[in-house]
């Protein structure tokens, strides 16, 4: 994108030895690299991308919001760095000032969108926060992303962008409706989740939730439910789910007399539920909640749905779990689940 061109990188590399510019390359939580620029190239090299920003007159892209994140890193604001929305507004305000305020109150970009009540009493002029909450929209992704695979930032209730029709289903993450979207006119199943009910304004438990989208985004099998978009909005998470099943297997199964017809369907479900499964180990990834409730049923097909727990073993050092197993199902856990002992893709089956 042109966008990249704007990070002035040469700026930061010409006046560093070769061990400082080898350690901007990459970002070690534990090891804190330390300033590795002149004093005037954050403030030169923001100049560039913000002068750039508004003539373009446009929204922040992912992109621009990369940028002013790399440029934070290779300043040595390690800190700021992990904060490039929060950045990007109190700059647009004239506050810089505040972001270590923003750091030393734990308040992270997951944060947005906020509203009135929940701006940062360090934003303490009227104007100032009617500015804030003015431009922070400037950094929050168009709700059209929540369809395309982003995760959208709204500054707003997200309902105004669908149509609710029915309830399918409640779990241990949130509800499950089915909604219309009055952007594209396409349904899908919507899964959400009260920010502050659930997470009790945990940014651990909010970032764990976010990983649970990135997990679905990875992942592409005929028999798994297909992720199609997210978005934050000032009170849930959502996430856009496909197909919108008919039942899920446990109330297929529960019906009284159970129709001849759909015996066949059931000889193809154990394998493609195995096929599912397999796909998910093959790729690192455990379910660690396998359950017909968490099995879809939607025209003779079903779809392995819910990786809430998963553990992706890509960001691992093992495939092997130990300790405490979280939510689980207790009628379906395997033993070894149950007595906290170690355990394996194994424990899926």
Excluded at 147 to 153: P, V
Excluded at 172 to 184: K, Q
Excluded at 205 to 216: C, M, P, Q, T
Excluded at 336 to 342: A, I, L, N, W
Aim: glycine share 6%; charged share 25%; aromatic share 10%.
């Amino acid at each position: 994108m042109a966008m990249a061109q704007v990070c002035p990188q040469a700026d930061f590399l010409q006046d560093t030895t070769p061990l400082e510019a080898a350690s901007s390359t990459s970002y070690s939580q534990e090891q804190d690299p330390g300033p590795i620029v002149h004093p005037n190239a954050l403030e030169i090299a923001m100049s560039r991308l913000f002068t750039r920003l508004e003539d373009l007159n446009r929204n922040f892209t992912d992109q621009d919001i990369e940028d002013i994140k790399d440029i934070l890193f290779k300043a040595g604001k390690k800190d700021w760095s992990v904060r490039p929305r929060t950045y990007a507004v109190l700059r647009m305000i004239g506050k810089v000032d505040l972001m270590d305020a923003f750091v030393e109150q734990n308040l992270f970009d997951i944060k947005f969108p906020y509203v009135s009540l929940t701006i940062p009493l360090i934003v303490k002029n009227i104007g100032l926060r009617l500015k804030f909450l003015q431009n922070q929209k400037l950094v929050l992704t168009d709700a059209k992303d929540m369809e395309s695979g982003a995760h959208a930032h709204l500054a707003v209730d997200a309902g105004s962008h669908f149509v609710t029709f029915r309830l399918l289903g409640r779990g241990a993450f949130g509800d499950v409706e089915r909604v219309g979207s009055n952007l594209s006119l396409k349904d899908y199943a919507r899964k959400w989740i009260i920010r502050r009910k659930k997470f009790d304004s945990s940014e651990a438990n909010e970032i764990a939730f976010r990983n649970k989208v990135g997990h679905l985004k990875k992942f592409s099998h005929q028999h798994l439910v297909k992720y199609i978009g997210s978005y934050t909005d000032p009170r849930f998470f959502g996430l856009l789910i496909l197909p919108i099943a008919d039942c899920d297997l446990r109330e297929y199964l529960s019906r009284d007399p159970f129709p001849e017809s759909d015996l066949n369907h059931l000889r193809h479900f154990y394998g493609y539920i195995t096929s599912a499964v397999t796909y998910l180990h093959r790729n690192a990834c455990r379910h660690k909640d396998l359950k017909p409730g968490n099995i879809l049923v939607r025209r003779g097909e079903v779809y392995v749905t819910d990786f809430g727990l998963a553990l992706d073993w890509s960001e691992a050092t093992k495939s092997v779990t130990e300790g405490p197993p979280g939510t689980v199902s207790i009628v379906y856990a395997a033993p070894e689940v149950m007595k906290e002992e170690p355990r394996g893709s194994s424990s899926s089956m």
